[in-house]
């Protein structure tokens, strides 16, 4: 499968963004978001099941970003409201056939990555 990352740019802190990530080839994976801030390791953001029942966040995102997908269009979109200096990151989708995963080792799929940049 390839992942294709888009939505990335330069926002002011407390404005809104929202990545999305399109599938090519199979529908039913797991997905997930994982950022990489400058100087850090990769880290957890959000992740959905494959039917989008279930949804994870990591409680730096929680209550400001949403994950959602749209099955039919082997998308998968993350919301990003009230937006932080500290959200500035190369964002990447990624996916697998495997349950929904908190974990980046996990996941066998990665998009190119998208840059988020957060002015305060």
């Known amino acids: 499968v390839q992942l294709q990352a888009s939505g990335g740019g330069l926002v002011q802190a407390g404005g809104s963004m929202t990545l999305s990530c399109a599938a090519s080839?199979?529908?039913?994976?797991?997905m997930g978001w994982f950022r990489r801030a400058p100087g850090k390791e990769r880290e957890f953001v959000a992740a959905?099941?494959?039917?989008?029942?279930?949804?994870y966040y990591a409680n730096s995102v929680k209550g400001r970003f949403t994950i959602s997908r749209d099955n039919a269009k082997n998308t998968v979109h993350l919301q990003m409201n009230n937006l932080q200096p500290e959200d500035t990151a190369v964002y990447y989708c990624?996916?697998?056939?495997?349950?929904?995963?908190?974990?980046?080792?996990?996941?066998?799929?990665w998009g190119q990555g998208t840059q988020v940049t957060v002015s305060s």
């Open positions: 990624a996916a697998d056939t495997g349950p929904v995963n908190t974990d980046p080792g996990r996941y066998h799929h």
């Open positions: 080839g199979r529908s039913w994976y797991a």
């Open positions: 959905t099941s494959r039917g989008g029942a279930s949804t």
